[in-house]
């Protein structure tokens, strides 16, 4: 049998990540354009920060409350079909969000923006896995540049907008490229309409999971608050619920668990889960400790980071040759390994004090450590699962993903926070940092144990008939 990785790609594979790669940088790049711009927006829309602030909040919340939709719409519509309307939705909401005239109103818009940009992301990613198939983790390594570059130039493109024009252009900028996509996907996408398979809606899981997941998200944001607490815990309650009733129902349900009855799809899951909750609670600890411990400022810390999304960006596009070279277990394994030996460098400098030429090196092969855990283990669990089944393999594997991070984050700051609270000085706030980097490694650890139960080959994976 041709090895995966030596087989050559076809012109319909890079059709394909073409249109897909605009919904995920595009989604991508909203996500992060209107954070250093809340400022002007509370001036000029006259409202308070606090306020203003769901600009950002509510489209992250509408992303997730339609991610379990995701599965069902495809199966219903096709994917081509779902992803024309989406961002067709996406853009003209984006039209509506420059010309919104109150906090009230671009708040809003921007609900309606995140409702239809969430499902972009994991859209791409079908469309992806469906076409490269066992090939993925070599398609994904090409395309990842610019996914990758878009929450560095998100900040950097409003910057420039807001120092030459109205605030409003953050989301007209969004129409001309918005255009281009729906003509790419009009005219590229293949049909896919003998996947489709009309099912019924699972209301009550829906009603469960959807309001659920938003819920958590939002609780593991504010947790320092009772409402927080009190969304957090009706979040989990809801989600249980749901578990509980798909447990009984059979393919009509809303995310079907007898996926994760395939070894290697659940090893990749929680891979997935660890590794992404290890990249979020990275990114709420690394710039907290170079603030509040090591005394740098918010603009020091913005290139002080960017090492990390350069170790990142050297390997994506090694991806294919690693796999080939190492396999799927060592190649993931191995970079929760590095990344979590690279995390131990942060407990050195808690304890040592600030070094530049500690931190750069660190945060690159963190980076570096990060970007080879997540393909290869997402390819190992869509090798599992035949295409028809492919758009609620993409939702359940996107659901994982979107609470590994809030859950392993609220856990690394409830620690961070008591231990800060056992003390005062400058000690103890080293000392918290260096227990908080220790959890984090201690997290990369697990992340590498999972890892290792992942096939240690793609021929290793049972093929979806089997």
Request: hydrophobic content about 55%.
């Amino acid at each position: 049998m041709a090895d995966p990785a030596q087989e050559k790609l076809s012109p319909e594979v890079f059709k394909v990540s073409a249109v897909a790669l605009f919904g995920t940088v595009l989604s991508q790049l909203d996500a992060t354009i209107v954070n250093v711009s809340l400022t002007s927006l509370a001036a000029d829309l006259h409202t308070t920060l606090s306020t203003i602030q769901w600009v950002t909040s509510g489209y992250l919340l509408a992303l997730t409350l339609v991610l379990p939709l995701n599965g069902w719409l495809v199966d219903r519509i096709g994917a081509r079909a779902v992803y024309l309307w989406c961002f067709t939705a996406f853009t003209l909401s984006s039209a509506l969000c420059g010309f919104a005239w109150s906090a009230g109103s671009l708040i809003g818009f921007r609900v309606l923006q995140g409702v239809s940009g969430g499902l972009l992301a994991p859209m791409a990613q079908m469309m992806i896995a469906r076409a490269a198939g066992r090939q993925m983790a070599r398609v994904v390594g090409y395309i990842a540049a610019p996914v990758l570059l878009a929450p560095v130039l998100g900040p950097i493109i409003a910057g420039a907008i807001l120092q030459h024009a109205s605030w409003r252009w953050l989301f007209l900028v969004n129409l001309p490229v918005g255009a281009i996509a729906i003509l790419l996907a009009f005219f590229l996408l293949p049909s896919d309409s003998e996947h489709t398979r009309p099912r019924k809606l699972d209301w009550v899981g829906l009603m469960l999971l959807s309001p659920g997941l938003t819920l958590f998200l939002y609780g593991s944001d504010k947790m320092g608050e009772a409402v927080g607490r009190v969304s957090l815990a009706a979040g989990l309650a809801m989600m249980a619920a749901f578990l509980w009733t798909a447990r009984k129902k059979g393919g009509d349900v809303l995310v079907d668990l007898r996926l994760f009855k395939a070894r290697a799809f659940s090893t990749a899951a929680v891979t997935q889960f660890l590794a992404n909750g290890g990249m979020f609670a990275g990114q709420m600890l690394i710039p907290a400790f170079l603030i509040a411990a090591c005394g740098r400022t918010p603009a020091e810390m913005g290139w002080m980071l960017a090492p990390q999304g350069l170790g990142m960006m050297v390997i994506y596009p090694s991806m294919g040759r690693l796999t080939k070279s190492f396999g799927i277990r060592l190649t993931s394994a191995g970079g929760a390994l590095l990344a979590g030996v690279a995390t131990l460098a942060f407990v050195w400098l808690a304890m040592q004090g600030f070094a530049l030429i500690v931190l750069v090196p660190a945060l690159i092969l963190r980076g570096m450590g990060m970007s080879a855990v997540g393909v290869p283990s997402m390819t190992a669990a869509y090798a599992t699962v035949d295409k028809v089944r492919l758009p609620m393999a993409t939702t359940s594997i996107n659901i994982v993903q979107r609470l590994g991070g809030p859950t392993m984050t609220t856990l690394a700051a409830t620690f961070l926070a008591w231990r800060l609270g056992s003390g005062t000085g400058g000690a103890t706030v080293s000392a918290a940092y260096a227990a908080a980097f220790l959890l984090l490694a201690a997290l990369h650890l697990c992340t590498f144990m999972m890892a290792m139960r992942l096939p240690r080959q793609l021929g290793d994976v049972p093929s979806p008939s089997g």
